[in-house]
């Protein structure tokens, strides 16, 4: 019984020690989305489309639906942001196929439709900031937040030509964009909520308008 105890004790301390960090090897780097600022968005799924979107799909979106909510018209979305004749009204699930992947890249790269609420924002903002280089791995590169990943630095050529706030700012368009499809009826359902809450209080008013109306007949 007294064993259990120190070890119970001892793989509490441990377990705290690793809590320490939240992102991998480091602590995130804060994370505010915005999914109201549609230049933002549309910036987010212009580097996702050129950049990551060969490896994961989006396939609990449809082209058309993200053209709507971020008010981007139709023909100018297709002509520039769908590569492969895909119609607007499909699922965005056009990706490596997990046998070229693992052949390839040794791992299949997730779907991200919903990574922003599996992994959260600030994880995602601060792996996507964090590569370094290290010769140990396949493509020389490691990463401080998702240790020996299988995903090469795809934007390392951005990253060496931009300075780093502006780097930053595309990483925050790009996880912004992320929050933004891994729940898409989010402002939708925050605009609904003011007006119930508004009609909730006009409702309430009137019902006790009413009811001192019952009140002065019954005296
Ligand atoms: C060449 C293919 C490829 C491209 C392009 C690519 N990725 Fe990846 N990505 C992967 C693979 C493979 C993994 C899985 C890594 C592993 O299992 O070690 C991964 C993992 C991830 C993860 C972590 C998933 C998790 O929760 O475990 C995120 C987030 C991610 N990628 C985002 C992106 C973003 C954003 C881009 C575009 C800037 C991008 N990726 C471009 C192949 C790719």
Redesign the pocket.
């Known amino acids: 019984m007294k064993l259990l105890f120190i070890i119970l004790f001892f793989s509490s301390l441990s377990f705290s020690a690793e809590g320490n960090f939240n992102c991998g090897t480091i602590e995130c780097d804060s994370f505010s989305a915005d999914t109201t600022d549609l230049a933002s968005l549309q910036s987010g799924l212009t580097?996702?489309m050129n950049?990551?979107y060969?490896?994961?799909s989006l396939k609990y979106s449809r082209y058309n639906r993200v053209a709507k909510d971020l008010e981007i018209p139709i023909e100018i979305y297709q002509e520039n942001l769908i590569f492969d004749g895909s119609k607007p009204g499909e699922l965005m699930n056009i990706s490596?196929n997990e046998k070229d992947?693992v052949e390839w890249?040794?791992?299949?790269?997730?779907d991200?439709t919903l990574?922003a609420r599996?992994?959260k924002p600030e994880w995602?903002y601060t792996?996507?900031r964090t590569y370094y280089p290290d010769a140990s791995r396949p493509y020389g590169v490691n990463n401080k937040v998702?240790q020996?990943?299988?995903?090469?630095n795809?934007?390392e050529d951005l990253q060496l030509n931009l300075s780093a706030a502006e780097f930053d700012k595309v990483i925050y368009d790009?996880t912004n964009f992320?929050v933004y499809v891994a729940d898409p009826s989010a402002n939708e359902r925050k605009r609904i909520g003011v007006y119930v809450l508004l009609f909730l209080l006009l409702f309430t008013s009137f019902a006790y308008l009413t009811y001192r109306e019952f009140k002065k007949e019954l005296k």
């Open positions: 580097t996702y950049n990551c060969g490896c994961h490596l992947a890249i040794g791992a299949k790269p997730p991200l990574e599996i992994r995602i792996y996507l998702y020996n990943v299988s995903m090469p795809v934007l790009l992320l």
